[in-house]
């Protein structure tokens, strides 16, 4: 799978590699998650303009009943989680946020149909974050380009470096562009200034032997289905491709493989 030469992105859950090369799942476990060794994903690709109207100016939609709650190990340690019930994933405007961030804090910015958007907030109104392919430091509102916010700094359940810090490595990055960059989105950018961790960056890890990541989408109360992962890397970008779908798009998309290999494989979540 890390051999293929063709960029790998948006593949649908049909053409997500299986266990059984025919693409059959003939056992219970968990299926093998695609490789994005070649691929960005990428909310840096949108356009700031539409026939000369300004979409920063634009409030985007945003439902929170259309995220999609997820889980992340690393071999059986909770890496990372997601609960649309938590209080932690209130949005608001990027007015009102400001109000809430202190220097070093995440920050992700989310509208339906579109990947979410992530920043570091150095203070002063300000953020630095991943865009377009170049690392900028901007305000925080003009960053939101119209989308709803949030601090996001307990989604990751890593160790964070200090304020100082987190601010530093985000700040040493600003002007970095195309070839010179180390992260294939603004997530990865940002978790990184936070945490520290190599896993984050391109070629952070070595795609080889068992996938150590498990991805677990949470399909209702007491079921929940399972790919699993070479890299860390990897499986930020299929996670940001679920956000980007969002939950109705994922569970179809789910229920079609499904169908496809003839019925619903799912892992029962723990009480």
Known sequence: MGNQVEKLSHLSYA?????????????????????????????ELEDSTV????????E???DKRDE??????????????????????????????????????????????????????????????????????????????GRRCRIVNELYKFKPLGPDVVVQNAMEQVGLKDRELSWRNSECFAAWCRFGKREFKMGGEIRIGKQPYRLKILLSEKHSHVLEFQSLEDMIMEKRRNDHLGSTAVLQELENHFNGVGGIKSEPIAE
Do not use: M
Request: glycine residues 6%.
């Open 15 to 43: 053409e997500v590699p299986t266990v059984d090369p025919n693409g059959l799942d003939t056992e219970d476990g968990p299926r093998i998650g695609v490789s994005y060794i070649f691929s960005n994903d990428d909310d």
């Open 51 to 58: 026939d000369g109207t300004d979409k920063n100016q634009e």
């Open 60 to 62: 985007k939609q945003y």
């Open 68 to 145: 999609v709650e997820c889980a992340v190990y690393n071999r059986d340690e909770c890496i990372y989680e997601k609960n649309v019930k938590s209080d932690d994933l209130e949005v608001y405007s990027p007015e009102n946020l400001l109000n809430k961030c202190k220097a070093g804090d995440l920050v992700e910015f989310v509208a339906t149909g579109q990947y979410p958007h992530w920043a570091v907030y150095v203070g002063d109104f300000q953020v630095v974050h991943l865009h377009r392919s170049e690392v900028k430091n901007s305000f925080l509102t003009d960053a939101s380009q």
